[in-house]
């Protein structure tokens, strides 16, 4: 059967994925162009495009939207666990990374004919570490909570595709988060969701129900110009490839380019005193302490800072706001009285929402936060009424 040929370390053209929340795709796709991708190419999940591998240290450090940044070593045509097999086996895993790493397998498919993805897990692992067996009599260990290498696959009905994560830990983890909520917002899908506002540092922002402050750090961060990665490590490292210097030299440019003192406007709020305990550690861990503004109070009783803003939140499930229904209609109260001229943003996974405040949308943006499907509801809150009065999708 013929293949295409593995990917080596020339020429310098080398292809990438990188993956996201659903929904997110055309705004990772807009961010890469910004991050030196010429060609990108969004797919459900993701953005595929090409570059020298040294594209990928920059997306790691500086994307605040993907989740992942997978470097392509094989793609090509399969009809059988022998042909995943051989092309596994093709590749020159001993020369991308030592015996000594440990290393995982994730297998992932879409309408693919064979019988048991986890034989298939089996039978790539079994590949590399025979390959390395008999280049260097030695094998790396699988390690599947911790490992320093991890290799995804992902078949489709026809085509194979091997994958070396450059990135180790989710991208979203930026590794402020000290504070837990209940049903965190990622924050991936937070920085995606200031992007689609159109928010910019010099307008007000304000989340009135910030549970653990994700928002509010991620758009201070972003307006700081303070790259999400700047403070982890990554599985680029340890890939034969990888050049200390120019990562150096990378992360150097990054906070020589960091913005302070801005006077930024960013405010939240919470009813519940022990959600805004969390905010506090997050926003101490992230070096924002002294630069959004927080207080308790509960939503209803809300008056906004300014005659004009951004509002953006993410409400809580029932079990922190107790009737939902209730709350709702007095939502939509505080926001036609109190948010003229304000635009409204509006994660929720409660698909008729817009009904239940007696507001009309603008916007509804499908998104997920992990496996939940959510919409992003836009609101652009003018006087008088935006009672809705048409049929409801």
């Known amino acids: 059967m013929k293949r295409n040929e593995p990917s080596q370390l020339k020429p310098e053209r080398h292809q990438f994925f990188s993956s996201c929340p659903t929904g997110l795709e055309a705004v990772l796709s807009d961010e890469l162009k910004t991050l030196g991708v010429k060609e990108a190419r ?7 495009y090409a570059g020298p591998l040294e594209l990928c240290y920059r997306i790691n450090l500086e994307s605040r939207i ?8 094989f793609h090509g045509p399969y009809r059988s666990e022998q042909d995943v097999r051989e092309a596994t086996y093709s590749l020159p895993w001993a020369k991308w990374f030592g015996s000594h790493h440990t290393m995982k397998v994730k297998v992932s498919a879409r309408r693919c004919p064979l019988k048991s993805l986890d034989f298939v897990t089996l039978t790539i692992k079994d590949a590399i570490c025979d390959k390395f067996r008999a280049l260097t009599r030695r094998r790396p260990t699988v390690d599947t909570h911790k490992p320093d290498i991890r290799i995804e696959a992902f078949l489709d009905a026809t085509h194979f595709t091997l994958y ?19 049903a965190p917002l990622r924050e991936n899908l937070a920085a995606g969701i200031i992007r689609l506002s159109d928010w910019r540092p010099d307008q007000i922002l304000l989340d009135p129900m910030c549970g653990g402050g994700t928002i509010l750090i991620e758009a201070a961060h972003m307006a700081q110009k303070v790259s999400p990665g700047l403070g982890r490590a990554f ?3 340890h890939l034969s490839w990888f050049d200390p210097t120019v990562w150096r030299t990378l992360r150097e440019t990054s906070r020589a380019e960091q913005r302070q003192d801005l006077g930024l406007r960013i405010y939240g709020s919470d009813s519940h005193g022990s959600a805004l305990n969390h905010a506090r550690e997050n926003l101490s861990a992230a070096g924002l302490a002294d630069l959004v503004r927080l207080s308790e109070m509960d939503f209803v009783q809300l008056t906004p800072p300014a005659s ?7 409400p809580p499930y029932g079990v922190r706001m107790g009737d939902l229904g209730e709350f709702y209609v007095q939502m939509g109260s505080v926001l036609k009285q109190q948010f003229a001229g304000w635009r409204v943003y509006i994660l929720t996974a409660d698909l008729g929402l817009p009904g239940q405040i007696r507001l009309a949308e603008s916007r ?4 997920f936060n992990g496996a939940l499907e959510c919409r992003l509801f836009e609101f652009k809150m003018v006087k008088g009424t935006m009672r809705r009065t048409r049929k409801r999708i």
């Open 42 to 48: 969004p797919t459900r999940g993701g953005v595929s």
């Open 235 to 237: 599985t680029f490292e």
């Open 364 to 367: 509804r943006i499908p998104l």
């Open 66 to 73: 993907a989740s992942r940044v997978l470097w392509r070593v």
């Open 308 to 314: 004009e803003g951004i509002l953006i939140t993410n």
């Open 164 to 182: 070396v994560d450059t990135s180790g830990e989710a991208l979203f983890k930026r590794g402020y988060r000290r504070g837990a909520v209940a």
